[in-house]
């Protein structure tokens, strides 16, 4: 390649790429500002947009160290929500948990989320999705409530009142892991 022709080309290459560089940062700036401003109108807390429907946590004799709550989060919003993790004062540990079939013997397990569907809800039962209320630190009797406090994926927060009621067990009974 002759020397006038490369000068020539890299003078080519050299326009073009700063010509790109300058179009990209032009067109960034005005882009940014109306995004952020749709994100502040449209974003609601996940704690406004779930609610609990009957709530209710299983009464246990003294001296039974667990028991557990449940309740139907209903989600009215267009986005897909999750309680994160839960507390209770009556619980030293709170914990997700789910029942899974393992060849016919149903167990708990911990899961890291409860997914509420957009538009949707989420149903803990007995046999089911619920809230494993773990070492209690008093007996729960029938006609008292409980609070039981959920958060959610944004961090914002439900406290949620609930009745204690006889239940009985799911068959399998209430094996743990
Ligand atoms: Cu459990």
Redesign the pocket.
């Known amino acids: 390649m002759k020397p006038l022709l490369r000068a020539a080309l890299l003078g080519v290459l050299i326009s073009v790429t700063t010509a790109c560089q300058a179009e990209s940062e032009t067109a960034k700036k005005p882009a940014e500002a109306p995004q952020v401003q749709a994100a502040a109108v449209t974003v609601a807390k996940a704690a406004d947009a779930v609610k609990a429907e009957n709530p209710f946590v299983r009464a246990v004799p003294p001296g039974q160290p667990n028991s557990?709550a449940f309740m139907v989060l209903s989600n009215g919003s267009a986005v897909a929500h999750q309680v994160v993790s839960a507390t209770s004062p009556v619980a030293n540990t709170v914990?997700l948990?789910t029942h899974t079939n393992n060849n016919g013997v149903m167990e708990?397990r911990q899961i890291p989320q409860i997914d509420v569907p957009a538009n949707g809800k989420a149903e803990l039962a007995p046999g089911g999705l619920?809230i494993?209320l773990i070492e209690l630190r008093q007996e729960l009797k029938a006609g008292e409530s409980v609070a039981v406090t959920l958060t959610f994926e944004d961090g914002s927060t439900t406290v949620v009142d609930a009745p204690i009621k006889e239940v009985t067990p799911p068959m399998g009974g209430m094996k743990?892991h």
Do not use: D
Request: aromatic share 0%.
């Open positions: 557990a914990e948990h708990m619920h494993m743990h």
